[in-house]
């Protein structure tokens, strides 16, 4: 990998799979109120998926991407701030709530390592035809987001998600 962020991100995932090793299935599947613990990491990778489809697709027209506007930013911090204080909250899209019925964890944690090497991928095309600063990414709380913005998105979703993962593993 050769974006810094996005090897950071990737240590961060395999420590946590590394830690959810030694849970069995129905631990993993197991939730009293909410998403299991499979179902959060599915959800995390499916959000990620997603928004790489999505901008493989919007930079194939690379004339319609917008400049980042500077309000964005701000909204990020807001959101950074505000969500893990519980101010607001956040329902997730439809389709990265779809789970299978079953969630394999191995499965799950070689799917996701594929993916990342493809965002890697994707990056280096980005910044190949000049496009790592413009908008290719539209969150639907923060706005049109550039690469750095979106790895910063990724960070904060996957972090957010890992809490509660921690969380859920201390009822277990």
Do not use: C
């Amino acid at each position: 990998m050769n974006n810094s962020s996005l090897q950071s991100l990737e240590k961060d995932r395999m420590a946590l799979f590394k830690g959810l090793s030694s849970l069995s299935q129905a631990q993993l599947s197991s939730s009293k109120v909410g998403w299991s613990i499979n179902e959060i990491l599915y959800h995390v990778w499916l959000a990620e998926i997603s928004s790489e489809k999505y901008i493989r697709t919007k930079t194939k027209y690379p004339e319609s991407l917008l400049k980042v506007k500077s309000s964005t930013y701000f909204r990020m911090f807001v959101v950074k701030i505000l969500i893990p204080l519980g101010i607001i909250k956040v329902k997730a899209p439809q389709t990265t709530q779809l789970f299978p019925k079953k969630i394999d964890l191995k499965e799950l944690n070689t799917k996701w390592a594929i993916s990342r090497k493809s965002f890697d991928s994707l990056i280096s095309e980005l910044k190949e035809k000049k496009l790592e600063d413009k908008a290719v990414f539209k969150h639907p709380l923060v706005g049109r987001l550039n690469i750095k913005l979106t790895l910063a998105f990724y960070k904060f979703h996957f972090k957010h998600h890992q809490k509660q993962i921690n969380a859920l593993k201390k009822q277990i």
